[in-house]
T-cell receptor, first 114, second 113 residues
Framework: GEEVAQTPKHLVRGEGQKAKLYCAPI?????VFWYQQVLKNEFKFLIS????????ETGMPKERFSAKCLPNSPCSLEIQATKLEDSAVYFC????????????FGDGTRLSIL | DQQVKQNSPSLSVQEGRISILNCDYT??????FLWYKKYPAEGPTFLIS?????DKNEDGRFTVFLNKSAKHLSLHIVPSQPGDSAVYFC????????????FGTGTRLKVLA
């Protein structure tokens, strides 16, 4: 598609439950990025993919967070055993291959942990 | 360690006047800079960018200026319109060691009619 599609728009989970977020990048874009935005502050980088391969995962809290981008499927970000501090808006972005290509963002998934 | 800083959380400007949004960075390895605009409940949208080898880039009402020696960039919007009211984020790209965007904390611009 022509837009980055993130689902669901809002996800509510009890503390300790699992949360799974999805992202369909723009067709033809090779890079996918996940960001966490807490309290409308800066975008904290989590992980990036080049096609289905992890490109950079230096921002991922590895104990509970995992992500995948499989061929012919939306990318996913999964949080196991959620904590209150995981409450945030999670944005996905995609970009074309090539240096300095602008990232195109989805509208985010608001995750609320109760 | 905030490598990209937007020190003004908010800015109000009268319609028709110039809006100037500022951004400072600390890492001299950044070689490309972008500005994004964000409306509530939407993702950021790309606005304008500038390479570190340039000092100015213009696109319609939007101009970005880069002062490498001061590690400072600014976004000028002239004339400002009510529809420009949004949160503006600057971002810097580093390709040193990896390929990553570093975002600032944003400035909320309000254009008053």
């Amino acid at each position: 598609g022509e837009e980055v599609a993130q689902t669901p728009k809002h996800l509510v989970r009890g503390e300790g439950q699992k949360a799974k977020l999805y992202c369909a990048p723009i067709k033809g874009h090779s890079y996918v990025f996940w960001y966490q935005q807490v309290l409308k502050n800066e975008f904290k980088f989590l992980i990036s993919f080049q096609n289905e391969n992890v490109f950079d995962e230096t921002g991922m809290p590895k104990e509970r967070f995992s992500a995948k981008c499989l061929p012919n499927s939306p990318c996913s970000l999964e949080i196991q055993a959620t904590k209150l501090e995981d409450s945030a808006v999670y944005f996905c972005a995609s970009s074309q291959i090539g240096k300095y290509q602008p990232q195109h963002f989805g509208d985010g998934t608001r995750l609320s942990i109760l | 360690d905030q490598q990209v800083k937007q020190n003004s959380p908010s800015l109000s400007v009268q319609e028709g006047r110039i809006s100037i949004l500022n951004c400072d960075y600390t890492n001299s390895m950044f070689d490309y800079f972008l500005w994004y605009k964000k409306y509530p409940a939407e993702g950021p949208t790309f606005l304008i960018s500038i390479s570190s080898i340039k000092d100015k880039n213009e696109d319609g009402r939007f101009t970005v200026f880069l002062n490498k020696s001061a590690k400072h960039l600014s976004l000028h919007i002239v004339p400002s319109q009510p529809g420009d009211s949004a949160v503006y984020f600057c971002a810097a790209i580093t390709t040193s060691g990896t390929y990553k965007y570093i975002f600032g904390t944003g400035t909320r611009l309000k254009v008053l009619a």
